[in-house]
């Protein structure tokens, strides 16, 4: 038996009584757990094999195969995430990304990034802020990291213009044609999102315009370039166009 730090990432029915969890570790990846009889009512594990629960997880380890569940020792239920429909849609949205993101990378850091992006939620900050800050980075992890430090098309890193999910990143005005012209501001936020650490964000303040310009070219870039399909994503749309 082996105690692992681990976080659900996503459940399916196993038998009327028990579940497979999909839980991304700190130390193992991905790794598939069945949950004996944590459907049952009076099962101790019902409570904490749901997703989003974020502990050290008991089990009875099989490199490979599927584990099994003994128990779980909770680090942080997400309380705040788990009472408001916009940070937990953001949250769920988080999970299927990074559990399609581990899965064509099988990188260590998307599990350290998860978390912080959660905590960081679970704290009060803009939700959209922070989905894409992890979006932008796990970008690179995909091998499709947009061009950011110079223009796209010609590689001068001086009189950029605007930044296009078509071109694959940033264009100067040589080389700008008819796109959309972003504010100035969203250009240098872009950069911020890749490199910021996200453990050492204290206060955001982004407008709304250049929310909306970062969260638009993500949207597009990630369907243009990853080839990921994302449920949640439709979800996320429709939520951000209710609170605004």
Known sequence: MISVE?????????????????????DHGIIGVIAKGSKSLKSSLR???????????????????????????????????????VKISFAGFLLELSEQVMRHSENGQVYELLIDGLTKINEDF?????????????????????????????????????????KGGLICSECYKNEFIVDPKTIKLVRMFYYVDIKKISKIEISSKCKKEINDFLDLYYERYTGLFLKSKNFIKNINKIVG
């Open 6 to 26: 681990g976080i659900v990432l996503s459940t399916s029915d196993y038998s009327e009584t028990s579940k497979i969890l999909n839980v991304l570790t700190s």
């Open 47 to 85: 409570s904490v094999t749901d997703k989003l629960t974020y502990g050290k997880f008991n089990i009875y380890y099989k490199e490979g195969k599927l584990s099994t569940l003994v128990s779980v020792d909770v680090i942080n239920v997400f309380k705040n995430i788990k009472k408001d429909i």
């Open 126 to 166: 803009d939700p959209l802020v922070i989905t894409n800050i992890i979006e932008f980075k796990y970008l690179s992890y995909l091998g499709v990291m947009p061009v950011l430090d110079s223009c796209s098309i010609c590689g001068k890193k001086t009189n950029i213009v605007t930044l296009s999910s078509d």
